[in-house]
């Protein structure tokens, strides 16, 4: 069982989340991702909770372990001229290098894309700023949190009298960014093997976040109309939403799309409807009726049983779970999906393996997040030539931090 990017060599300068999670992607399928780090300054994931046991430390941050399985770690100082060139002769061998700084900032370092194109025409090089490249904002700085509010996902989250409340997560790093800025990647790697030439990919993350919003522009482009706030109630649908269950904390959601489904909600909770409730229109126009009286009847009700009968009755419905419910859900279990991994200070701990799986490939993270600085040695040694003498000597002098 081989995996299917055994052999790409990436020099990884991205941090923190879209970046981060791009380059998990590439490393788990088998690529050498080498992430370049410093200890004067750090990926700001190294110091951002959870931590393991609720100890700080920069290695023990449960976000970063997840953004950086199957890496390796160096730490170099760029701003040194002995730095900066071990960086350049890694580059040199290497399929690909990622970054999503603001542009000018891989410049500022003196590597610009034009400067490492003239080291290796063969590179892929991937920038994944805010805005891209080019125009008027280009020198825009923003994380996930500004994204979702510039593509307007924030205005549209939330109840609907209140201001808007965020996604309560930045789900362009974790869902549009890294999964187009990898397929981007594998494209230009593609054409990289077919025809020997490099590309210079420029991916401004507010586009692709896009992507999470269509409908809503959809609905502004044809009709005029500019979707606002309607929490958790599909605006055409009723009932929908979230109702509460047995227990402390317990949920459930129920979508009714038609007619009959609403005919067989009332029968699997045996509950008592006014004619009219038939009729969709009625039931949108007496949707917070509806509401409170579903609602006194699924707090009868454990959460799983419910939906299971609901489902077993054409309702679509679905428990609400908890991080507790989705570590034991039985069909992650029987898929695989969580990895355990023995990392070397927090011990034995629990990764996402890839949601894909192949008929003739490893697809689950192959190590734990790396300790910072964990291969500096190995890297010296084994890629860049070095005796032991050699690299103590650059430590002593800073160059390696």
């Known amino acids: 069982m081989r995996r299917l990017l055994a052999g790409v060599r990436v020099i990884d300068f991205t941090w923190i989340g879209a970046g981060s999670y791009t380059t998990k992607i590439l490393a788990d399928l088998g690529a050498d991702v ?58 040199a061998d290497a399929d690909l290098v990622t970054n999503n700084f603001t542009p000018g900032v891989m410049e500022k370092l003196g590597l610009g894309h034009d400067t490492l194109k003239a080291l290796s025409p ?40 209140r201001q808007p409340a965020g996604t309560g997560t930045n789900y362009p790093d974790h869902i549009p960014n890294p999964g187009h800025a990898a397929f981007a990647i594998l494209a230009a790697l593609r054409h990289q093997r077919r025809t020997g030439e490099g590309q210079f990919i420029d991916l401004a993350q507010m586009e692709s976040t896009l992507a999470m919003v269509g409908p809503s522009l959809m609905n502004y482009l044809v009709n005029g109309v500019v979707d606002g706030r309607h929490g ?33 909600l009332t029968r699997a909770l045996d509950l008592p409807a006014p004619e009219e409730w038939r009729h969709a229109k009625e039931r949108l126009r007496q949707r917070e009726a509806i509401d409170q009286e579903l609602a006194r009847r699924t707090s009868r009700h454990d959460m799983m049983q419910l939906a299971q009968a609901l489902q077993e009755a054409g309702v679509p419905a679905g428990p609400v779970y908890d991080a507790r419910d ?22 034995p701990s629990t990764y996402n393996a890839a949601p894909y799986r192949f008929s003739g490939a490893h697809f689950e993270p192959t190590a734990p997040a790396p300790l910072l600085g964990q291969h500096t040695d190995e890297i010296c040694r084994d890629v860049l030539g070095l005796d032991d003498a050699a690299i103590g000597q650059l430590r002593a002098d800073g160059v390696l931090s």
């Not at 110091?47 to 950086?68: I, L």
């Not at 080019?134 to 009298?161: C, F, N, R, V």
């Open 34 to 91: 080498i992430k370049i780090e410093s200890s004067a300054r750090l990926d700001t994931l190294r110091v951002t909770k959870p931590f393991k046991d609720g100890k700080p430390g920069v290695n023990r941050s449960g976000y970063f372990a997840d953004r950086n399985s199957s890496k390796r770690s160096v730490t170099l100082n760029l701003k040194t001229d002995r730095g900066l060139d071990m960086v350049k002769r890694l580059i």
């Open 122 to 161: 063969r590179l892929v090089y991937a920038a994944m700023s805010m805005q891209g490249a080019s125009g008027p904002e280009k020198d825009d700085l923003g994380y996930g949190l500004t994204i979702a509010a510039l593509t307007g996902l924030q205005h549209m989250t939330g109840l609907p009298d």
């Open 232 to 264: 958790n109630a599909r605006p055409d649908h009723a009932p929908s939403g979230v109702y509460p269950c047995a227990g402390a904390d317990r949920w459930i959601t129920i979508e009714v799309c038609s007619d009959a489904q609403w005919t067989a």
């Open 326 to 347: 989705v570590m034991r859900d039985p069909q992650l279990e029987h898929r695989g999906h969580w990895v355990t991994l023995d990392h070397p200070e927090m011990g």
